[in-house]
């Protein structure tokens, strides 16, 4: 077993790198991914190395604030602080899997619906079930829960 995931190495490489290009954005958001990993390796009763997807989940987690973070900047007027967290957001994204384009999305819940053969909004819990794997990271949670509650309603 490698001591060490290959999501994890990578990050630590592209922390040096951005170190000797002197990118403070690269850096500090790299620097913040790592440490928010290192948080999760120690939670829990024991430390432990985190696996590429246990990595990928906390990392959507912090682009997810970034985002939200830059949502609630903009409405305060703060284009500078905003642009920051949209700058940070975009750097998290390089080390996620690609988003799911709404067709793609669409598609899986449609599936996720018909394998689970689900009825009604009171069956969301059993798509969501099925749908979580496949989706992996690759959307958003309250994208996904919206589109198969529209699926599901409709």
Avoid: C, H, W
Wanted: negative net charge; aromatic residues 2%; glycine residues 6%.
């Amino acid at each position: 077993m490698d001591s060490m995931s290959a999501l994890k190495d990578k990050l630590k490489a592209d922390l040096s790198a951005s170190m000797k290009a002197r990118d403070e954005v690269r850096l500090r958001t790299i620097r913040m991914a790592l440490a928010a990993v290192n948080v999760e390796e120690v939670a829990g009763k024991e430390s432990r190395e985190l696996s590429d997807e246990e990595i990928i989940k906390v990392l959507t987690r912090e682009a997810k604030k970034r985002r939200e973070a830059s949502e609630a900047f903009a409405n305060a007027g703060r284009a500078e602080q905003a642009q920051a967290e949209l700058d940070e957001q975009a750097v998290l994204e390089e080390y996620l899997p690609a988003q799911l384009s709404d067709d793609e999305l669409n598609r899986l819940v449609a599936e996720a619906i018909a394998e689970s053969g689900a009825e009604g909004p009171k069956a969301m819990g059993q798509v969501m079930k099925v749908l979580n794997p496949k989706i992996a990271g690759r959307a958003e949670g309250g994208r996904v829960a919206q589109a198969v509650r529209a699926r599901l309603a409709g």
